[in-house]
Protein backbone atom coordinates (compact mmCIF):
# COMPACT_ATOMS: atom_id res chain seq x y z
CA UNK A 1 0.00 0.00 0.00
CA UNK A 2 2.62 2.22 0.91
CA UNK A 3 4.50 1.95 -2.84
CA UNK A 4 1.42 2.50 -4.39
CA UNK A 5 0.88 5.50 -2.43
CA UNK A 6 4.07 6.72 -3.06
CA UNK A 7 3.91 5.83 -7.14
CA UNK A 8 0.75 8.17 -6.77
CA UNK A 9 2.70 11.12 -5.29
CA UNK A 10 5.60 10.64 -7.31
CA UNK A 11 2.88 10.96 -10.89
CA UNK A 12 0.64 14.14 -9.77
CA UNK A 13 4.52 15.52 -8.80
CA UNK A 14 5.59 14.67 -11.92
CA UNK A 15 2.54 16.24 -13.82
CA UNK A 16 2.41 19.65 -11.84
CA UNK A 17 6.28 19.81 -12.83
CA UNK A 18 4.89 19.42 -16.34
CA UNK A 19 2.92 21.86 -16.34
CA UNK A 20 5.37 24.45 -14.82
CA UNK A 21 8.31 23.87 -17.35
CA UNK A 22 7.41 25.60 -19.87
CA UNK A 23 10.56 24.75 -21.82
CA UNK A 24 8.74 20.85 -21.85
CA UNK A 25 5.30 22.03 -22.84
CA UNK A 26 5.47 20.73 -26.49
CA UNK A 27 3.76 21.42 -29.99
CA UNK A 28 4.52 20.69 -33.43
CA UNK A 29 7.39 23.70 -33.92
CA UNK A 30 10.28 21.36 -34.51
CA UNK A 31 12.56 24.00 -33.91
CA UNK A 32 11.57 24.21 -30.06
CA UNK A 33 14.48 23.34 -27.49
CA UNK A 34 13.26 20.93 -24.63
CA UNK A 35 15.23 21.37 -21.96
CA UNK A 36 16.05 19.11 -19.30
CA UNK A 37 18.12 18.45 -16.16
CA UNK A 38 17.49 21.68 -14.68
CA UNK A 39 19.10 23.12 -18.08
CA UNK A 40 22.08 20.41 -18.84
CA UNK A 41 20.59 18.94 -21.67
CA UNK A 42 19.12 20.48 -24.92
CA UNK A 43 16.97 18.35 -27.02
CA UNK A 44 14.67 18.93 -30.61
CA UNK A 45 12.02 16.72 -32.37
CA UNK A 46 13.16 15.15 -35.35
CA UNK A 47 10.53 15.69 -38.59
CA UNK A 48 8.09 12.73 -37.89
CA UNK A 49 8.86 9.02 -39.96
CA UNK A 50 6.19 7.68 -41.34
CA UNK A 51 5.78 4.24 -40.84
CA UNK A 52 2.91 1.48 -41.50
CA UNK A 53 2.39 2.03 -37.77
CA UNK A 54 1.69 5.46 -38.28
CA UNK A 55 4.07 8.68 -37.71
CA UNK A 56 6.98 8.26 -35.19
CA UNK A 57 8.49 11.55 -33.80
CA UNK A 58 12.10 10.78 -32.10
CA UNK A 59 14.29 13.03 -29.98
CA UNK A 60 17.36 14.15 -32.03
CA UNK A 61 19.95 12.55 -29.81
CA UNK A 62 20.22 9.86 -26.99
CA UNK A 63 19.46 11.15 -23.45
CA UNK A 64 22.85 12.45 -21.97
CA UNK A 65 23.87 13.70 -25.15
CA UNK A 66 25.59 17.02 -25.57
CA UNK A 67 25.29 16.86 -29.67
CA UNK A 68 23.05 15.06 -32.31
CA UNK A 69 26.73 15.22 -34.73
CA UNK A 70 26.96 11.35 -34.74
CA UNK A 71 30.52 11.56 -36.04
CA UNK A 72 31.11 12.44 -32.54
CA UNK A 73 31.40 10.81 -28.93
CA UNK A 74 29.77 13.99 -27.62
CA UNK A 75 26.51 12.28 -29.37
CA UNK A 76 26.56 8.55 -27.41
CA UNK A 77 25.04 10.15 -24.08
CA UNK A 78 24.24 8.19 -21.25
CA UNK A 79 23.58 4.14 -20.77
CA UNK A 80 20.62 3.50 -18.17
CA UNK A 81 19.36 0.21 -16.56
CA UNK A 82 15.93 -0.58 -17.53
CA UNK A 83 14.02 0.95 -15.54
CA UNK A 84 15.92 3.21 -13.28
CA UNK A 85 15.29 7.38 -13.27
CA UNK A 86 17.65 9.54 -13.98
CA UNK A 87 19.87 9.46 -10.93
CA UNK A 88 22.91 9.90 -11.75
CA UNK A 89 23.52 6.13 -12.31
CA UNK A 90 23.58 6.57 -15.80
CA UNK A 91 26.35 8.30 -16.47
CA UNK A 92 29.82 7.32 -17.88
CA UNK A 93 31.81 8.58 -15.08
CA UNK A 94 29.66 7.40 -12.39
CA UNK A 95 30.94 4.90 -9.27
CA UNK A 96 29.76 1.15 -9.09
CA UNK A 97 28.03 -0.25 -5.98
CA UNK A 98 27.08 -4.19 -5.86
CA UNK A 99 24.10 -3.19 -3.25
CA UNK A 100 21.32 -4.11 -5.09
CA UNK A 101 18.49 -1.84 -4.79
CA UNK A 102 15.26 -2.79 -2.62
CA UNK A 103 13.29 -0.32 -4.49
CA UNK A 104 12.17 1.12 -7.53
CA UNK A 105 13.85 4.91 -6.33
CA UNK A 106 17.61 3.39 -5.79
CA UNK A 107 19.57 5.21 -2.94
CA UNK A 108 22.32 6.41 -4.72
CA UNK A 109 23.73 7.66 -8.23
CA UNK A 110 26.13 4.59 -8.76
CA UNK A 111 25.62 2.01 -11.14
CA UNK A 112 24.80 -1.33 -9.83
CA UNK A 113 26.70 -4.57 -10.10
CA UNK A 114 24.55 -7.36 -11.00
CA UNK A 115 26.83 -9.84 -9.10
CA UNK A 116 24.24 -12.61 -8.09
CA UNK A 117 23.24 -12.36 -12.40
CA UNK A 118 19.39 -11.77 -11.42
CA UNK A 119 19.53 -9.45 -14.64
CA UNK A 120 18.05 -6.71 -12.68
CA UNK A 121 19.22 -3.56 -10.25
CA UNK A 122 16.34 -4.45 -7.85
CA UNK A 123 15.70 -7.06 -5.32
CA UNK A 124 12.24 -7.60 -7.00
CA UNK A 125 11.75 -7.31 -10.39
CA UNK A 126 9.31 -4.28 -11.27
CA UNK A 127 7.36 -5.27 -15.12
CA UNK A 128 5.82 -1.92 -14.72
CA UNK A 129 8.99 0.41 -14.52
CA UNK A 130 9.16 2.56 -17.56
CA UNK A 131 5.87 0.85 -18.87
CA UNK A 132 2.89 1.82 -17.11
CA UNK A 133 0.64 4.31 -17.63
CA UNK A 134 2.12 6.61 -15.20
CA UNK A 135 5.66 6.14 -16.73
CA UNK A 136 7.06 5.40 -13.23
CA UNK A 137 10.82 6.46 -13.49
CA UNK A 138 10.39 7.62 -17.31
CA UNK A 139 13.99 9.00 -17.84
CA UNK A 140 12.49 11.15 -21.03
CA UNK A 141 11.36 14.65 -20.58
CA UNK A 142 7.42 15.47 -20.26
CA UNK A 143 5.50 14.21 -23.01
CA UNK A 144 8.13 11.84 -24.10
CA UNK A 145 8.86 7.86 -23.60
CA UNK A 146 10.56 5.05 -24.71
CA UNK A 147 10.09 3.00 -28.20
CA UNK A 148 8.54 0.05 -28.13
CA UNK A 149 9.67 -3.02 -30.11
CA UNK A 150 7.06 -2.49 -32.34
CA UNK A 151 8.29 1.07 -33.53
CA UNK A 152 11.07 -0.46 -33.50
CA UNK A 153 10.54 -2.80 -36.15
CA UNK A 154 8.48 -0.29 -37.86
CA UNK A 155 11.01 2.18 -38.74
CA UNK A 156 14.32 -0.75 -39.24
CA UNK A 157 11.62 -1.51 -42.03
CA UNK A 158 12.28 1.34 -43.67
CA UNK A 159 16.34 0.69 -44.65
CA UNK A 160 18.56 0.38 -41.91
CA UNK A 161 22.25 0.52 -42.76
CA UNK A 162 25.36 0.84 -40.27
CA UNK A 163 27.76 3.49 -41.53
CA UNK A 164 31.46 4.84 -40.71
CA UNK A 165 31.44 8.20 -39.26
CA UNK A 166 35.31 8.40 -40.85
CA UNK A 167 36.40 9.22 -37.49
CA UNK A 168 37.15 5.46 -36.33
CA UNK A 169 33.32 4.97 -35.14
CA UNK A 170 29.87 3.76 -36.59
CA UNK A 171 26.13 4.62 -36.38
CA UNK A 172 23.02 3.55 -37.83
CA UNK A 173 21.16 5.16 -40.71
CA UNK A 174 17.65 4.14 -40.77
CA UNK A 175 15.53 5.72 -43.63
CA UNK A 176 18.17 7.25 -45.45
CA UNK A 177 19.02 9.77 -42.73
CA UNK A 178 15.83 10.60 -41.31
CA UNK A 179 17.21 8.81 -38.10
CA UNK A 180 20.87 8.33 -37.19
CA UNK A 181 21.80 6.60 -33.94
CA UNK A 182 25.63 6.03 -33.03
CA UNK A 183 27.37 3.23 -31.54
CA UNK A 184 27.52 4.48 -28.10
CA UNK A 185 28.61 1.13 -26.33
CA UNK A 186 27.32 -1.14 -23.37
CA UNK A 187 27.87 -1.16 -19.98
CA UNK A 188 28.45 -4.44 -18.24
CA UNK A 189 25.84 -5.04 -15.92
CA UNK A 190 28.01 -7.86 -13.96
CA UNK A 191 31.35 -5.42 -14.15
CA UNK A 192 30.51 -2.55 -14.67
CA UNK A 193 33.00 -1.96 -17.57
CA UNK A 194 32.28 -0.29 -21.18
CA UNK A 195 32.32 -2.13 -24.17
CA UNK A 196 32.11 -1.90 -27.61
CA UNK A 197 31.72 1.83 -27.75
CA UNK A 198 31.80 3.01 -31.12
CA UNK A 199 31.32 -0.30 -32.99
CA UNK A 200 27.95 -1.38 -31.51
CA UNK A 201 24.49 0.38 -30.94
CA UNK A 202 22.31 -0.91 -27.83
CA UNK A 203 18.80 0.94 -27.37
CA UNK A 204 16.33 0.00 -24.89
CA UNK A 205 12.59 -0.26 -25.71
CA UNK A 206 9.88 0.76 -23.24
CA UNK A 207 8.53 -3.69 -24.09
CA UNK A 208 8.88 -5.71 -20.68
CA UNK A 209 9.07 -9.45 -20.22
CA UNK A 210 9.64 -11.49 -17.20
CA UNK A 211 12.94 -12.46 -15.02
CA UNK A 212 14.18 -9.40 -15.61
CA UNK A 213 13.96 -8.90 -19.72
CA UNK A 214 13.39 -5.92 -21.30
CA UNK A 215 12.94 -5.08 -25.23
CA UNK A 216 16.00 -3.61 -26.95
CA UNK A 217 17.04 -2.49 -29.83
CA UNK A 218 20.59 -3.89 -30.84
CA UNK A 219 23.05 -3.42 -34.11
CA UNK A 220 26.25 -4.53 -34.44
CA UNK A 221 29.44 -3.03 -37.08
CA UNK A 222 31.18 -6.25 -36.94
CA UNK A 223 27.83 -8.16 -37.98
CA UNK A 224 26.32 -5.61 -39.78
CA UNK A 225 23.19 -6.67 -38.12
CA UNK A 226 20.41 -5.33 -36.45
CA UNK A 227 18.16 -7.21 -34.42
CA UNK A 228 14.65 -6.17 -32.20
CA UNK A 229 14.94 -8.53 -28.94
CA UNK A 230 12.81 -9.02 -25.77
CA UNK A 231 16.32 -10.14 -24.18
CA UNK A 232 17.97 -7.45 -22.65
CA UNK A 233 19.00 -8.36 -18.99
CA UNK A 234 17.89 -4.80 -17.00
CA UNK A 235 21.41 -4.41 -15.04
CA UNK A 236 23.12 -3.72 -18.60
CA UNK A 237 23.32 0.41 -19.22
CA UNK A 238 22.29 1.12 -22.56
CA UNK A 239 21.25 4.07 -24.90
CA UNK A 240 17.78 5.65 -24.51
CA UNK A 241 16.63 7.30 -27.50
CA UNK A 242 12.98 9.00 -26.92
CA UNK A 243 9.89 9.04 -28.58
CA UNK A 244 6.79 11.72 -28.86
CA UNK A 245 3.76 10.23 -26.50
CA UNK A 246 1.23 10.17 -29.42
CA UNK A 247 -1.92 8.17 -28.68
CA UNK A 248 -1.89 6.39 -31.81
CA UNK A 249 -5.30 5.27 -30.66
CA UNK A 250 -7.31 8.76 -32.23
Given amino acids: MLLLKNRFILFFSFLLFCAMVSAQSYDENFSKPIVTEKGNFTYYELFPIRTEIGDIIFLD???????????????????????????????????????????????????????????????????????????TNNPCPCGYRLPTEEEWRAVLSLGAEIKSTGAGSYYLDIADGELKLPCAGLRNAYTGDFQYQGMRGYYW??????????????????????????????????????????????
Avoid at 208 to 233: H, Q, W
Avoid at 239 to 247: A, E, F, N, T
Fill in 205 to 250: AGDVKTNGLSGCMDFNKAEITTNVTDYGFRAFGRSVRCVKDIDKTK
Fill in 61 to 135: RNLGAISADVSSSDSWGDLYQWGRATDGHEKRISDTTSTISPTYEARNDDFIIDSAKANDWIVSPDDYLWNDKDR
